[in-house]
């Protein structure tokens, strides 16, 4: 049962991380504010978009070490870490669509963005 649960708490974080990012996009390009491809974008809406996914993938930790039942932090990192392991995939599979340091970004600043969201939930001082 305790292996449901701490799988039960990083899907939660990952769905968290996943459902946010695409309601943002879906809003985004609807309203018109951000263009397909994503290339079109100019810089600082491209910067934009790297800041929310990598604030989502903070609040992914912080969910997923609320609701894991023992080892808070160890359930963050497992998120951050299939986090990283997915993100890599995404970024080899789109390689082909620019901007190349998009993906790398959001790989780069993924890992630790949900250990942090996770050190949030726990306290700095543990």
């Given amino acids: 049962?305790?292996?449901f649960k701490s799988a039960g708490a990083v899907l939660l974080g990952l769905?968290?991380?996943f459902a946010?990012?695409?309601i943002t996009?879906?809003?985004l390009e609807k309203s018109g504010l951000m263009l397909l491809p994503f290339d079109l974008n100019p810089l600082w809406f491209?910067?934009?978009v790297t800041f929310y996914r990598t604030f989502y993938v903070f609040v992914g930790g912080y969910v997923t070490a609320r609701v894991a039942h023992i080892?808070?932090?160890r359930h963050a990192i497992i998120l951050a870490t299939i986090g990283t392991v997915l993100g890599i995939l995404g970024a080899a599979a789109m390689w082909s669509e620019p901007p190349h340091w998009y993906p790398v970004a959001l790989v780069i600043l993924g890992w630790p963005s949900a250990w942090l969201g996770g050190k949030l939930r726990v306290g700095f001082g543990r």
């Fill in 1 to 3: 049962m305790n292996f």
């Fill in 15 to 17: 769905v968290v991380i």
């Fill in 20 to 22: 946010l990012s695409h």
């Fill in 25 to 27: 996009d879906v809003v």
């Fill in 46 to 48: 491209k910067l934009f």
């Fill in 71 to 73: 080892n808070p932090m």
